[in-house]
């Protein structure tokens, strides 16, 4: 059951990571409108609330792979 728990966060987890990355483009352009705006979406990064969420992220697909590849059942 644990197994299948693990595969599913890594497949929510992966989701979400894609739909954070895909919105710093969203949030850049955004910006863009009110004329103040970082050239690379990845400097985004920098700021606090992007990089909490991306670590949270990433630390729930390792927990998940953790669960996935190994837990007993």
Known sequence: ????????????????LSAE???LKV?????MLHGTWLLNAW???KEPQCL???LITI?????SCYLAF???K
């Open 21 to 23: 990355l895909y919105c």
């Open 43 to 45: 400097e985004y990064m």
């Open 1 to 16: 059951m644990k197994k299948h728990w693990g595969i599913g966060g890594i497949i929510l987890g992966l989701l979400f």
């Open 52 to 54: 909490i969420a991306i």
């Open 70 to 72: 190994f837990s007993k």
């Open 27 to 31: 949030i850049q352009s955004l910006e």
């Open 59 to 63: 630390g729930v697909i390792i927990y």
